[in-house]
């Protein structure tokens, strides 16, 4: 069964560093969404992707964080520089298109010290 | 029981029960609403979904109710296994044009052999 692979799963890092988190969707998937979980809370989206275009990114703290899909398939999500409040639930998800039901990945825990 | 947690709410059941974990959604124009499962240190597995054209959807095991009237969802789980044991999240598509699922808050089910 075709899977949303995230690396790496684990990340701990200082703060003031600078963090990336790649996520590969499944094939043929052309939406892309970075979603942040806080423990024991839900997912809160970040950004999303139609292809290579962003179309949403009103949550995504553009100061530090930067995204990208350029070739429309994988897509790498930065954090410069990490604060402590950054700890969390990095999730990677797609679907086939907008309004479709999303696949997600096994996400990227970061731990900012 | 059904209980408040410190985080979530958790039902507790045991095994060979019936579960039925609730969701309220805020957005009226809402019109696709999802179930997922995750388990500790997993992303979100979906689960079942529904269109608001409907008000019951069936997969194995689960059943899934609409009501837009009181803008209620709620996933029942018949004969509920030690392998449930997960928390349950409902996502809704606000509908702001470009299918953004939003979260709602988990439910911790715990269910004991």
């Known amino acids: 069964e075709a899977e949303v692979a995230q690396s790496p799963r684990y990340k701990i890092t200082e703060k003031s560093q600078a963090v990336a988190f790649w996520c590969d969707p499944i094939?043929?998937?052309?939406?892309l969404y970075w979603y942040r979980q806080i423990l024991g809370q839900g997912p809160e989206l970040l950004v999303q992707?139609?292809?290579?275009?962003?179309?949403?990114d009103s949550q995504l703290p553009k100061d530090r964080f930067s995204a990208e899909r350029l070739k429309g398939v994988d897509s790498t999500l930065k954090i410069q520089p990490a604060e402590l409040g950054d700890s969390a639930m990095y999730l990677c998800?797609?679907?086939?298109?907008?309004?479709?039901?999303?696949?997600f990945g096994s996400g990227t825990q970061l731990s900012v010290l | 029981g059904e209980s408040v947690g410190l985080h979530l709410p958790t039902l507790s059941v045991q095994e060979g029960d019936n579960s039925i974990i609730n969701c309220a959604y805020s957005?009226?124009?809402?019109?696709?609403f999802i179930w997922y499962k995750q388990e500790s240190g997993k992303g979100p597995q979906f689960i079942i979904d529904?269109?608001?054209?409907?008000d019951k959807r069936q997969g194995q095991r689960v059943t899934v109710l609409l009501n837009k009237t009181v803008k209620h969802l709620s996933l029942q789980i018949a004969a509920t296994q030690p392998g449930d044991s997960a928390v349950y999240f409902c996502?809704?598509?606000?509908?702001?044009?470009?299918?953004?699922?939003?979260f709602g808050k988990g439910t911790m089910l715990l269910v004991s052999p």
């Open positions: 998800a797609s679907s086939q298109d907008l309004g479709e039901k999303l696949f």
């Open positions: 992707f139609q292809d290579e275009s962003v179309v949403d």
């Open positions: 529904i269109r608001s054209n409907m």
């Open positions: 996502a809704e598509n606000r509908g702001s044009g470009y299918s953004t699922l939003t």
């Open positions: 094939s043929g998937h052309a939406t």
């Open positions: 957005n009226s124009a809402s019109d696709y």
